[in-house]
């Protein structure tokens, strides 16, 4: 195996796809100049280990992209202007599901769309264009897409800590070499990024303290989803310290399946069998433990559905049971519809001001005011008390 002298010896590969990002991080970090020669195909594949079609095929893939081009006796170099972006005053905004303009985003703070609504407002308000795109659901093609415009930074709007599109994303940012920041659930996961989290042991701890300031002494969890986020762990973890705090035991965890298949937007069919889901778990919870006075479930929206299985038990919401939810969504739930709103509290994680703070954060990075190591930023939830109905 050959040799290859620096900075093209630290290049670790085994395919055609991580050799062209290793090469496109060297290239966008400085590391190589403008105009500097690469090493040959042979030089590389010896020294990499690698065979030369390997090694062609990831070049011709910079050459496309511009960042390399073919001069002299079939000497390639670093192209000229690979080190600036191509779209030097723009910062792509990705998004797992349609951007909305901001003016037509819901009044009510707790819908995702808030986040990218946000970070792209913040952006065009400091001078950068915001160039909104979704990547979903073809992940690796539009972020690819996105990669080669060769915007300045990326901001990516959406929840990395949840599998799905994240985990096919970042990889494909990690080997670009261009800025980016991201928008974390869980505050303990992806610590190599620059990040915004969101405290959901704060969240589930304003909870347990309300329930406890309520009156509430039989708390149950019962959420409609078969699995458990690293976001709701700690949700969850914030709660029982709260209620532990004053003697109170750990509430049970109910966990309803999902119906497979199901559009979830609300209407009068869903409404009316997620509700019929929700009666048959607790009509065995109440019958089990009848003295049971709060609820404790995963969004506002699911709380009118257990609100309304709760009426059909003869328990009214408010009275006989608290329900309590998350996401600060209860007044523009489209579940509204069909019931008088039974959240008595919940909490509002402040989607805008995530935003904001993921485009403060991109700006200070291309701005150079940050340090090399990765930057993070915690929005901290609030308590919020629904208006009576």
């Not at 930023?377 to 009576?388: G, K, N, Q, S």
């Amino acid at each position: 195996m050959g040799s290859l002298s620096e900075p093209w010896n630290t290049i670790q590969c085994r395919g055609s796809a991580e050799l062209g990002q290793a090469l496109r991080r060297l290239i966008r970090t400085g590391s190589v100049g403008g105009g500097d020669p690469l090493p040959s195909e042979r030089a590389l594949a010896e020294g990499l280990g690698i065979s030369r079609t390997t090694v062609r095929v990831a070049l011709a893939e910079l050459e496309n992209e511009g960042l390399v081009v073919t001069g002299h006796k079939r000497v390639r170099r670093v192209a000229d202007t690979a080190m600036s972006p191509l779209l030097e005053h723009a910062v792509a905004v990705l998004a797992d599901q349609p951007v909305i303009d901001p003016r037509l985003a819901p009044q009510q703070p707790g819908w995702p769309a808030h986040v990218q609504a946000a970070a792209a407002s913040r952006l065009q308000h400091d001078g950068w264009q915001a160039l909104a795109s979704v990547v979903f659901p073809d992940v690796e093609q539009a972020t690819q897409r996105v990669i080669r415009l060769r915007p300045a930074g990326i901001v990516v709007a959406f929840d990395c800590s949840e599998p799905g599109p994240a985990q096919r994303v970042l990889p494909l940012l990690d080997g670009s070499g261009t800025p980016f920041v991201i928008h974390c659930n869980a505050s303990h996961d992806l610590t190599q990024y620059d990040r915004v989290c969101t405290s959901h042991e704060i969240g589930g701890k304003l909870l347990g303290e309300r329930i406890a300031a309520s009156g509430g002494r039989h708390v149950i969890r019962l959420y409609r989803s078969p699995v458990e986020p690293p976001w709701l762990a700690a949700r969850d973890a914030g709660l029982s310290q709260a209620l532990n705090e004053v003697g109170l035991p750990e509430p049970r965890a109910i966990r309803a399946e999902r119906f497979a298949e199901v559009d979830d937007l609300g209407s009068a069919n869903n409404f009316d069998m997620f509700s019929r889901l929700f009666f048959s778990y607790l009509f065995e919870m109440f019958k089990e433990q009848p003295e049971i006075d709060s609820i404790v479930t995963l969004n506002d929206r699911h709380a009118y559905e257990i609100g309304r299985a709760c009426e059909m038990l003869g328990r009214r919401p408010h009275h006989d049971v608290m329900i309590f939810g998350y996401d600060n969504c209860w007044a523009e739930a489209p579940e509204r519809e069909y019931l008088d709103n039974p959240v008595s509290a919940t909490i509002d994680k402040h989607y805008a001001q995530i935003g904001h703070e993921l485009a403060n954060l991109m700006i200070a990075r291309l701005g150079g005011e940050l340090p090399d190591n990765p930057q993070s930023l915690l929005v901290e939830p609030t308590l919020v008390i629904p208006e009576a109905t």
